[in-house]
């Protein structure tokens, strides 16, 4: 069983689900609010395609109502090139290899921007009658 | 900056869930809490806030870095989605945090 298909069994009757979800387009390294690099974040969208696909399956069968969307933007701040590089070392996403030294070389503060997406859903009729 | 980098110093993400969710007085259950980025905002509105992760070493920062002023309202476990047992019915929130 799917672990939200688990988990909605601790919801109350009309309770709300909150799900925060990575979306599309691959997040952006920037410094200054410009556009250094483009970082492949498809590693991520892999297991958020996977998510929206089970809460869309719950949907469907009105087990949950959606209600509410809302996008956007995340940023993660870095002291410096260096650090944004030593951190997507360990990391599943990779910045372009002829971004690295670039960015090894940036003394600025840069940022990495990321698009984000919270969905609410509603414990639909069918969810709190079947138990 | 002091530190090498901080994820979402604006808030972006506690303001899109309150724009969406009103957390006053709510039991709310955090899936995936990690370190208790969004447990402490979450929990500073709520009720009470059940938060819980598979990863020890971030529950545990969590729990250190829990203000005391909320310590009343935030219970944290390790445990993994697809096995902790919580109780029906109980919450008027689930709140997926990158976790599904």
Same mark, same amino acid.
């Given at each position: 069983?799917?672990v ?22 691959h997040?952006?390294?920037? !410094?200054?609010? /410009? ?7 498809? /590693? ?46 360990? /990391? ?7 971004a690295i ?9 840069? !940022? !990495? ?8 859903l ?10 | 900056?002091n ?11 506690f ?10 007085d709510?039991?709310v259950?955090?899936? &995936?809490? &990690?370190?208790?980025?969004?447990? +402490? ?11 819980f992760d ?36 109980? +919450?008027?929130i ?7």
């Open positions: 069983m799917h939200l298909r688990r988990l909605l069994d601790a919801l109350a009757p009309e309770g709300i689900v909150l799900d925060l979800q990575v979306i599309r387009p997040p952006l390294v920037e !410094v200054d609010d /410009s556009i250094l690099c483009e970082i492949d974040g498809s /590693s991520l969208f892999v297991g958020a395609d996977a998510a929206r696909a089970a809460v869309d399956l719950l949907v469907a069968e009105r087990l949950l109502e959606e209600e509410a969307v809302d996008d956007h933007d995340v940023r993660k701040h870095y002291a410096n090139g260096a650090a944004l590089v030593d951190d997507f070392e360990t /990391s599943e996403r990779a910045i372009p290899v002829d030294p670039g960015l090894q070389a940036m003394d600025e503060e840069c !940022v !990495v921007r990321e698009r984000c997406r919270v969905r609410r509603r414990q639909g009729v069918f969810g709190w009658t079947a138990r | 900056m530190q090498a980098s901080v994820l979402d110093p604006e808030r972006a993400h303001a899109a869930l309150e724009r969406v969710a009103d957390f006053a709510a039991r259950l955090e899936v &995936g809490c &990690g370190d208790g980025r969004l447990t +402490f905002p979450v929990a500073e509105r709520a009720g009470s806030v059940f938060a598979p990863d020890a070493d971030a529950v545990e920062t969590a729990r250190a870095d829990l203000p005391s002023e909320l310590a009343g309202r935030v219970t944290f476990a390790v445990a993994s989605a697809t096995a902790i047992e919580i109780p029906r019915s109980a +919450f008027d689930v709140l997926f945090s990158w976790s599904l």
